[in-house]
């Protein structure tokens, strides 16, 4: 592991470093509430578009924790900053729900199927056939494919979803064209997180339980990477990647004193 640098701001994943299947990390309300009494910036990231920031603060009070709005950062705002930088008062075809269209409006955009710059792709829980047909005709037509994040699959009670990764790689097979990801693990998630805080990459950390988004977009954009061992990566399987965290925890709860 690499020598810990001072750190002054904090980037984490929420689902499986926070919360795990709905339900808090033992540890991760005293982190939070010692994050807040430290006056360090920091942000919870997740790739998750369907929610509004004010939607997932309430989903993380609901499981005991305190996460203002403005402290959460999605690949659906990541997005719309994305494009804004691009094409500032551009056109979306948005297939997503409030969390994507909001952010979209948020930074002036126009919300159209007529000629759109854009096809935008974020997570739905109601994907249908004739929006994607429609998204495949513009594209055919020469609008650019968005998608917030590459993530194939999402957990659901009921076992597996298909998430947006593998809803654009169906839109990928029909029309050749491949879309641009956004979010994790794009660095670019991670320095329009630290642009939003005002950090630095050499004093933030950022904290992950996945080694092929969180630990490589972290490390990609010059962070101190932290894997905790809460979620998807265990520990044995983390010497099968060329490269490696900064740092293995068990959880948050064993970076309280780093705060």
Known sequence: MTERKRIDSWLSDMDGVLVHEGLPVPGADEFIKRLA????PFRVLTNNSI???RDLSVRLRAAGLNVP?????TSALATAQ???????G???YVIGEAGLTTALHEVGYILTDLDPDYVVLGETRTYSFTQLTRAIRLI???ARFIATNPDPVGPSNEGSLPACGA???MITKATGVEPYFVGKPNPRMMR?????IEGHSETTAMIGDRMDTDVVSGMEAGLYTVLVLTGVTQRDQVDRYPYRPSLVVESVADLIDLI
């Open 192 to 196: 329009s997180a630290l642009n939003e």
């Open 51 to 53: 929610y509004t920031p």
């Open 90 to 92: 551009g056109s979306a």
């Open 82 to 88: 994305f494009l804004h930088d691009q094409r500032p």
């Open 37 to 40: 009494e430290s006056g360090k």
């Open 167 to 169: 809803v654009a790689a």
């Open 69 to 73: 709005p403005e402290s959460i950062w």
């Open 140 to 142: 055919e037509s020469g």
